[in-house]
Structure formats: structure tokens, C-alpha cells
């Protein structure tokens, strides 16, 4: 049985019973749409990100650093900064104090490049919606170009030997033996403190994912099958990076579009294209970049973002090609 | 009262001024005499040991980081560190 069924089951009430609306109708079709995946991506959030959060109470950022730090992994260390970015929230404020303390820690650019990379792309929110919407095969299809492209990205950095475009000031800070005040909390108060970060993720995107979920279910509802393929058909070969330069100014408005290009997928946008503009907009942020100018010289900062941008047009073939 | 050096580090975001407005006020509610600084130097952030804003520290040791802890958690760590002086 899926598991979603209690929600089907209210989505049928609501639509046929509450609203009397005639089934088989546009209007019932979008409404029902609306309904089953608003509750079932909210509850897929709330899930993952107290996951998430629990899982960061006890694995901050600074352990995961003095775990990469503690010996050599002979090249595995790109796929665990990888997985360790996926697990990090990413906060456009957090990532210069990120920067400067993994290249302080001696850990090769490279390999920061690889967790800089991974952590906007692979995030909880993006998660969430992506089983919500497409289902747990195209989710870790995400997940897996992910951390392809930030393993990649970092290799390449690392052999170009570009420390010399890092500003100097961030080779000689030099961090104390960190002292945290960890008190023993107890079971409460983690659940509290989890709770309260899940919630707040939460809350900040709420309004967004319902505005999409509400687009994508008239989309759903009133836009003929197959719709968009006759366009995008039209745009041929350059239908990839059109829609991945499109998506790099949508950056704040992540969470709202992905339920949105569920459904223009359902109506005949290839699912390589669509893959490659939502990874764009979760992962390229023009004002990131600019936040990151502060520690890094402009040539550094253009090869990171040539390489991720490159990366996503080249996952969205790869998949408009095997999908 | 004891001098006690309570920080607060954030580049600026946000929830760095939120916290730092929250722990002024519990600070001003103990005793009217304890400061908070501000920091917005994210150099002296790293060099603490902490990598994500924004930070919440009293006389250097971190009490929070990356996050925005209550008002009564602010307040168990400020008397804390007041009744071990």
C-alpha cells in the first residue's frame, strides 16, 4: 500500500465531498493535485529536515572539518566533502567563515571546492521535493550528479593549482584549539534544539513550495499533454544551457519551482532539461558568488562557477540522452 | 559583578543582528552593566575555532554556532559563566 494513502484519501474528500467538485474536470484535477502533494511534501520536509538537523546537532561542521584534516585519504577526501556538504545547510553567510576554515585546516582547495560545490546543491529542502515531486529514483539521480559534479569540480580545481588566486590574508589566519561549552543537554532539550532548526527551515520556505505546488497543479489541470514538447523540440540541442542560464537569477525561489517543474515534465519538458535548470537554480547563486569575492580573486571565482554551470549542462544531456 | 567578555560574531546576515539583539537583552535583563560586543570580522570568527555564523561566545569559548538559541538558553549560559567566576 503507499504509504501516501491517507492523503489521497483526504484529497478525494475534500475535492469530491467538501467541494462537490464533478470528477474528471479540470478544476477537480487541479484541486486534488493541490492538496495531495502540498500535505505530502510539507510532511516530506518536516521529515528531513529534523533528520537532517539531528544528524548535524551531533556532526557539526567543525567536526566534520577536523575529520577531513585528521589523515590522508588518498582521494576519497573529495567524496567525503562532498557528502559532508550535502549534510551542511547551506547559508550564503556561512560560506566565506567555511572557506577560510577548511583552507586554515590545511585541507587541499580542491577538496573545499568539492564541499562548496556539493553543499547549496545536494540540501534538505531540495531532497524533500524532489521525492515528493519525481520519487526516490530521480532523487538519488540528483543526488549522484551532485556529488559527481563536486567531485569532478574539486579534482580540477585541485590540479590547476590555483592557490595562488585566494587572498593572502586567508593563508595566515591562524584559529585557537576551538573551546566548546557542551554541557551534557539532555534528550529534551536535542529534541527541542532539532525541532526548532527544522521548524525554522520550514517556515521559511512554506509560502514558496505552496505557491509552486498551487502553479504546478494548474499547470496539472489545465495545460494540455504534451505541451511543451512541441517547443522545446523547436529549441533543439541548446534547450540545456537556455534553460540552465535562465535559472541562475530564479536562486531564492528554489523551493517554489521545483514542484513546478514536475509538472511541466508531465507535460513534455525532457527530464534532462528540467533536472539541469533545477540544479542550477538550487546550486548557482549570483550573489554567493559575489559573497565569495571577499576570499577569492575574480579568475579563481570564475573557473569555480565555469565548472559547476559547465557540469549541469553536461548532466542534462547525459540525461536527456540515458532517460 | 565580575567582568565577564560576551561576544557575538556574524557577518552581518540576518540572524546574526537577531542574535545579537537577543543577547543584549537577556545581558541588559541580568545586570545592566554587561556588554555584548559585536563582531563582524569573520577572521577573528575562524580564529575562535568556529565556520558557521553566527556564533554566540562568552570570554572566548563558544556557546553557540550556526544557530539561534533562545532567550532562557542565552541566560542558563551568561549565569553560568557569572557564578563560576
Given at each position: 500500500m503507499d504509504i501516501f494513502y491517507p492523503f489521497e484519501w483526504l484529497a478525494d474528500y475534500i475535492t469530491f465531498v467538501v467541494f462537490h467538485l464533478q470528477a474528471d474536470t479540470r478544476l477537480a484535477e487541479a484541486c486534488h493535485f493541490f492538496i495531495y502533494d502540498s500535505l505530502k511534501i510539507l510532511v516530506l520536509i518536516l521529515l528531513i529536515t529534523h533528520l537532517m538537523s539531528l544528524l548535524r546537532y551531533y556532526l557539526p561542521v567543525e567536526k566534520l572539518r577536523d575529520f577531513l584534516k585528521s589523515r590522508n585519504f588518498y582521494g576519497l577526501d573529495y567524496f567525503l566533502a562532498t557528502i559532508f556538504g550535502a549534510v551542511t545547510p547551506f547559508c550564503?553567510?556561512?560560506s566565506i567563515p567555511l572557506f577560510i576554515g577548511f583552507v586554515e585546516a590545511g585541507i587541499p582547495l580542491g577538496v573545499t571546492f568539492a564541499f562548496l560545490i556539493a553543499s547549496p546543491l545536494i540540501n534538505e529542502v531540495a531532497l524533500a521535493l524532489?521525492?515528493?515531486?519525481?520519487g526516490l529514483k530521480i532523487t538519488a539521480l540528483y543526488v549522484g550528479a551532485g556529488i559527481a559534479i563536486g567531485i569532478v569540480g574539486g579534482f580540477i580545481i585541485e590540479h590547476l593549482h590555483l592557490e595562488r588566486f585566494v587572498e593572502d590574508f586567508v593563508w595566515q589566519v591562524k584559529s585557537q584549539p576551538r573551546q566548546i561549552e557542551r554541557k551534557k543537554a539532555s534528550w529534551k532539550e536535542v529534541v527541542r534544539n532539532v525541532s526548532r532548526e527544522a521548524l525554522g527551515i520550514t517556515k521559511k520556505i512554506v509560502w514558496y513550495v505552496l505557491a509552486g505546488v498551487g502553479i504546478g497543479a494548474l499547470i496539472h489541470g489545465y495545460v494540455p499533454q504534451g505541451f511543451f514538447a512541441?517547443?522545446?523540440?523547436?529549441?533543439?540541442?541548446?534547450?540545456?544551457?537556455?534553460?540552465?542560464?535562465?535559472a541562475v537569477p530564479l536562486y531564492s525561489n528554489a523551493s517554489g519551482v521545483i514542484p513546478i517543474m514536475q509538472s511541466l515534465v508531465e507535460k513534455g519538458v525532457p527530464l534532462g532539461t528540467a533536472l539541469a535548470l533545477m540544479m542550477a537554480i538550487v546550486g548557482v547563486s549570483l550573489p554567493e558568488a559575489l559573497i565569495l569575492k571577499k576570499v577569492i580573486k575574480w579568475p579563481l571565482l570564475t573557473i569555480f562557477f565555469g565548472i559547476v554551470t559547465l557540469g549541469i549542462i553536461l548532466i542534462g544531456y547525459l540525461f536527456n540522452v540515458i532517460l | 559583578m565580575q567582568k565577564i567578555k560576551i561576544q557575538v560574531f556574524g557577518s552581518g546576515c540576518p540572524t546574526c543582528e537577531m542574535l545579537y539583539n537577543r543577547v543584549s537583552k537577556v545581558a541588559k535583563e541580568i545586570s545592566p552593566e554587561l556588554e555584548v560586543d559585536y563582531i563582524t570580522n569573520i577572521r577573528k570568527m575562524v580564529e575562535l575555532g568556529a565556520m558557521s555564523s553566527p556564533v554566540f561566545a562568552i570570554d572566548k569559548r563558544i556557546i553557540t554556532a550556526g544557530q539561534l538559541p533562545e532567550e532562557e538558553e542565552i541566560k542558563k549560559a551568561i549565569e553560568a559563566r557569572l557564578a563560576d567566576k
Open positions: 550564503s553567510c556561512s524532489f521525492i515528493g515531486m519525481f512541441a517547443y522545446l523540440q523547436k529549441a533543439g540541442w541548446w534547450g540545456v544551457p537556455l534553460a540552465v542560464i535562465l | -
